[in-house]
């Protein structure tokens, strides 16, 4: 038999926590683990659900979806699947109630206790329970029988499963026990004034006096109130105070955990929770026109992630608890404050990781995909209400969004439809938009304390929305930064842009809701370093006063998209930022107070020259309001291998006020020789504590053939792509001759010319210099014709991402390596050896990035290699002295060879021969 984890031989039950830390009580019964399965195929006739134990031929793990593989099935039909399990508990005190409680099932279920109906649901995402106490044997054993149907119909909610299905049971199940009366929920609204506003349903089996009591913060916080109750639903408001209150934040989520306690005569239910003092909202300050999102009254700029949360194992059910709080701190480590989860309902335990770790949430409403129809209506409102119903007291969560980029909006041809004219296919009918229009106002009813949007748009059709946000693909320094900046310019209260015809802009904050460069490559980004195209987008972002947020595509890869800060299983990328400037990382990109580099990544400029750099200053925070800041600034270059300091300087700033604002430019002098040269600055406090570190970098040119650097003796440089011979069997330049690939092992040999006697009379030494890294062949180097196949919607899917066939792919630097070892070998004789640690590409392949012929068309974007020096031994020196031509021979093994010349890597070199 299948078992779910086992350690030292014993089995254990997977995700054993309780599944609702935000609504706990003390005497519950986990059934996740094995249960006896069997499938239905989709069309066969239904079983009965009787069907003896015999019948189910198979075993699965309770809580993970049958098509995954931590559930032992992975069976990936739709279809049904019957659950069965034999179950001996009893509740801890004689007279309880019983719930049966699930967290979520895919799509629609019927239950059977005993082979009695317990009860039905539909809906793929929201929780539900059934009171089985009738049903139940508190002294033997029971039966629970699932059939859990999922057709993969198009009225479904279904969000994007491509990834991986929601089959069945994908969240854990529970029995739970309750005294007969009990509370069922509790509303708490929270002002940052301490004022607490609670709204409880309390289910009563017996009438009479009861007192209901709130005690938090260890005992600081109390509130009792004395209640009658009716027998049935009682609906209870409560208003208390909080003394001093601690308010919830990302930097300080501080939660107010306790209970709540109802005693009546049938005993006393305890419900532990918590809550967090934090006000959501948006406002305008000083002059503006505008709007920004409020975090407790003040701004705050939104950073943030679009977080599939899938796995590769659970899918979209993770596989411990541990899992889902590694998510949360993985993307707090970048400096980011917040997530949008996307197309999904997160699962409870994620959201108090988040409320507990100080992350905050734009919670998306799953979607569907066929025709908005009245059916497909009808079943999105009740799981939206679910949505509400589970959700709602998550301080993390500041943000619903209803709908995403129009997935289930558009009808149909509607051609056969004789009552109106014929419409063109797939069309956002204006009946819809109105559908939409009424979603967003009762969702508002629903919820007035958070921000609703509508519908996160990618084709400018936003109705009514508190967010007026849009999605965008592109690469391109130029291009990023003209859309950016038409998106600012059109928006302003009452303009029509990104909105649907009949409908304007109000004055609400205006912030990105997906960003990316993978889709604005053609045929999609493949797998390729994202490190450079986000530095620029995060400068232009904080470039305008106007934005106050973006959502960057995405938190990790997943199976077809690959612009993930990390790989699917949490592995870092590495964006090299600290190369530039000592201790950067991605999250100095995520500071509140930030200061602009208004210039692009590269700038080409003549050696020796002054260069003027534009700056702005970004502060969304009031920490440093009334101090004095300084920026410290250096201009640094490497010298073959040696890095100098051009110059470097400090100035102070007085930070105070909300926004943008221009700063004075620096202006500083370019090195007198061939170098990539990177301006570095850092903000700083009085005491030295850094804020936030910026770069930019310039490609330095002397206009000297075959360069100028500093450097004693003569230079004889040879282009990467000029060798007389190689024997690899997979050989090719790229980035316009200026690198040279070969693979998998073979050699590269170049014939040289040395200074001649009038340059140089005698010849006392060689030192040869060249960049060079692994060449990792893909499939699209080593198959011949046309393999890859352009991505289209079924990517979004789950379908092939045909990665390595993908023109566009250049893995990433990542934790994995792909190391080589090249032997350098002068007229046959070996004189050294390098150990070429990976084939990296990322922020470091300044010049492969600068150097890109099209934007929305990578060749080997961002690679570079490492600076490799050898001397020519005195013996073999003596022997070219006479000759002056020597005959280098680059040897690769099996990792292969790429050799980087002046316009590619992270050198301004071709292959150097200095002689003295």
């Not at 014929?422 to 009813?445: C, G, H, M, S």
């Not at 592109?474 to 859309?483: A, I």
């Not at 330095?700 to 190689?726: D, L, M, N, Q």
Request: glycine content about 8%.
């Amino acid at each position: 038999m299948l078992t779910a984890i086992q350690t030292n031989g014993e089995t254990l039950v997977p995700r054993p926590e309780y599944p609702r830390p935000d609504w706990e009580r003390a005497d519950w019964h986990s059934l996740n683990g094995t249960w006896s399965f069997r499938f239905e195929p989709a069309g066969t006739e239904k079983l009965p659900h009787d069907q003896d134990e015999a019948t189910y031929d198979e075993h699965i793990v309770v809580p993970f979806s049958w098509s995954s593989p931590l559930s032992g099935i992975e069976r990936k039909e739709k279809g049904a699947g019957w659950y069965r399990r034999i179950v001996r508990w009893s509740p801890a005190e004689i007279g309880s109630r019983l719930f049966l409680r699930f967290g979520a099932v895919d799509y629609s279920c019927e239950v059977w206790i005993n082979d009695r109906f317990a009860g039905a649901h539909t809906g793929g995402y929201g929780a539900f329970e059934f009171d089985v106490t009738d049903l139940w044997r508190p002294d033997g054993d029971n039966v629970i029988v699932l059939r859990a149907e999922d057709s993969d119909d198009s009225r479904q909610t279904r969000g994007k499963q491509g990834y991986g299905e929601l089959r069945g049971i994908w969240q854990p199940v529970w029995l739970e026990a309750r005294p007969q009366n009990y509370v069922a929920a509790a509303r708490f609204v929270t002002r940052i004034d301490g004022r607490i506003e609670v709204t409880a349903s309390i289910r009563a089996h017996q009438t009479g006096k009861a007192a209901l009591e709130f005690e938090f913060g260890g005992g600081a916080v109390r509130h009792l109130t004395e209640l009658e109750l009716t027998s049935g639903d009682n609906e209870v408001a409560v208003v208390f105070s909080v003394h001093d209150p601690k308010l919830w934040s990302p930097e300080s989520p501080y939660l107010y955990e306790g209970h709540v306690r109802l005693a009546s005569a049938c005993g006393v239910d305890t419900v532990a929770t918590y809550f967090g003092i934090r006000e959501i909202g948006t406002a305008r300050f000083g002059e503006r026109n505008y709007r920004w999102i409020t975090l407790n009254g003040k701004p705050i700029y939104l950073n943030g992630a679009l977080d599939q949360s899938y796995n590769a194992t659970g899918y979209f059910t993770y596989p411990t608890d541990a899992d889902m709080r590694d998510d949360i701190y993985l993307m707090k480590r970048l400096g980011l404050n917040f997530c949008r989860m996307h197309i999904k309902l997160e699962e409870p335990r994620k959201l108090y990781w988040a409320d507990k770790l100080g992350l905050m949430v734009m919670q998306d409403m799953p979607c569907f995909w066929g025709n908005p129809d009245d059916t497909a209506r009808a079943q999105y409102e009740a799981e939206a209400k679910e949505m509400f119903e589970r959700d709602i007291n998550h301080p993390s969560i500041f943000s619903w969004v209803m709908f995403n980029e129009t997935w289930g909006l558009k009808t149909d041809d509607m051609a056969s439809d004789r009552t109106r004219d014929w419409i063109p296919a797939k069309q956002y009918l204006p009946e819809t938009q109105k559908w939409v229009l009424d979603v967003y106002r009762w969702a508002k009813r629903m919820d007035p304390t958070r921000l609703v949007e509508d519908n996160s748009p990618c084709n400018w059709d936003h109705v009514e929305s508190d967010l007026n946000t849009w999605h965008f693909y592109k690469n391109g320094y130029e291009e990023v930064r003209s859309h950016i900046a038409k998106v600012v310019d059109e928006t302003y209260p009452g303009s029509p842009f990104n909105y649907c015809e009949g409908y304007v802009q109000s004055d609400a904050p205006l912030m990105n809701s997906e960003c990316g460069n993978v889709w604005g490559i053609e045929g999609g980004a493949g797998d390729s370093d994202l490190a450079w195209h986000y530095r620029y987008m995060m400068n232009e972002f904080r470039r305008h006063d106007k934005l106050c947020g973006f959502v960057f595509t995405e938190f990790r890869d997943v199976i077809n998209e690959f612009n993930g800060y990390y790989r699917l299983n949490g592995e870092d990328k590495l964006f090299g930022y600290e190369s530039f400037v000592p201790g950067m990382t991605l999250a100095d990109l995520h500071a509140q107070d930030f200061i602009v580099i208004d210039a692009p990544p590269c700038v080409t400029a003549d050696a020796g020259t002054v260069v003027e750099t534009k700056l702005l200053r970004s502060s969304f925070s009031d920490c440093h309001f009334g101090k004095k800041l300084r920026l410290d600034w250096e201009l640094s270059y490497d010298n073959l291998g040696t890095r100098h300091v051009a110059e470097r300087g400090s100035r102070e700033l007085d930070w105070d006020g909300y926004g943008v604002s221009p700063l004075a430019p620096l202006s500083v002098r370019l090195p007198d020789q061939d170098a990539v040269a990177v301006l570095a600055i850092r903000l700083l406090t009085e005491g030295g504590e850094v804020v936030s570190r910026n770069f930019t970098t310039f490609d330095v040119r002397s206009g000297k053939p075959g360069g100028a650097y500093e450097a004693s003796g003569h230079i004889a440089s040879v282009p990467v792509s000029g060798f007389t011979a190689h024997t690899f069997p997979h050989q090719w330049n790229a980035l316009r001759g200026h690198k040279t690939n070969g693979g998998p092992e073979g050699e590269f040999e170049f014939e040289v010319a040395l200074p001649d006697r009038e340059q140089l009379p005698l010849l006392n030494g060689i030192e040869i210099l060249f960049e060079a890294g692994a060449k990792r062949l893909l499939l699209r180097n080593t198959e011949k014709g046309e393999t890859y196949v352009k991505s289209e919607i079924s990517f979004m899917h789950g379908a092939d991402a045909n990665t390595e066939r993908n023109p566009n792919t250049y893995y990433m630097t990542d934790e994995q390596r792909h190391e080589s070892r090249v032997r350098v070998l002068i007229d046959g004789e070996e004189i050294g050896a390098f150990i070429l640690p990976d084939d990296p590409a990322d922020s470091r392949g300044v010049l492969s990035w600068h150097y890109q012929q099209a934007a929305n068309k990578l060749e080997e974007a961002g690679s570079y290699g490492y600076l490799c020096k050898t001397a020519v031994p005195g013996r073999i020196v003596s022997r070219l002295d006479a000759s002056r031509k020597l005959k280098l021979t680059l040897r690769a093994g099996e990792g292969g060879l790429a050799l980087y010349g002046r316009n590619a890597g992270r050198y301004p070199i071709d292959l150097l021969f200095r002689c003295e």
